[in-house]
Nanobody, 122 residues
Framework: QVQLVESGGGLVQAGGSLRLSCAAS????????MAWFRQAPGKEREFVAS????????YYATFVKGRFTVSRDNAKNTLYLQMNSLKPEDTAVYYC???????????????WGQGTQVTVSS
């Protein structure tokens, strides 16, 4: 089991940047695939990005490719999401999740953080 705590959210203007962090505790972080999901008001939770246990492979939703970068530091038990060129439609609560595979299906992730709010103003 992995305990996850997100941070780094906030209010930013369109075109700005934010860096989200997800601090993990527990024995299995370094062997877990990790992902970021987001949920906007009135919408279903959606996949944003994921990364393999060793950071060797990353995957992105089409709508963030080229703007967001997912990375991890296993020595620090931390997952990151660098978000650039933010748009108002990126406004959502962002969640990190841990699971066995870096896939887009949120039902396959075992552990979730509480989320951090990102608001992008136009």
């Amino acid at each position: 089991q992995v305990q996850l705590v997100e941070s780094g959210g906030g209010l930013v203007q369109a075109g700005g940047s934010l860096r989200l962090s997800c601090a993990a505790s527990g024995r299995t972080f370094s062997s877990s695939a990790m992902a970021w999901f987001r949920q906007a008001p009135g919408k279903e939770r959606e996949f944003v990005a994921s990364i393999t246990w060793n950071g060797g492979n990353t995957y992105y939703a089409t709508f963030v490719k080229g703007r967001f970068t997912v990375s991890r530091d296993n020595a620090k038990n931390t997952l990151y999401l660098q978000m650039n060129s933010l748009k108002p439609e990126d406004t959502a609560v962002y969640y990190c999740a841990a699971g066995p595979m870096p896939i887009a299906d949120d039902s396959r992730y075992d552990d979730w953080g509480q989320g951090t709010q990102v608001t992008v103003s136009s």
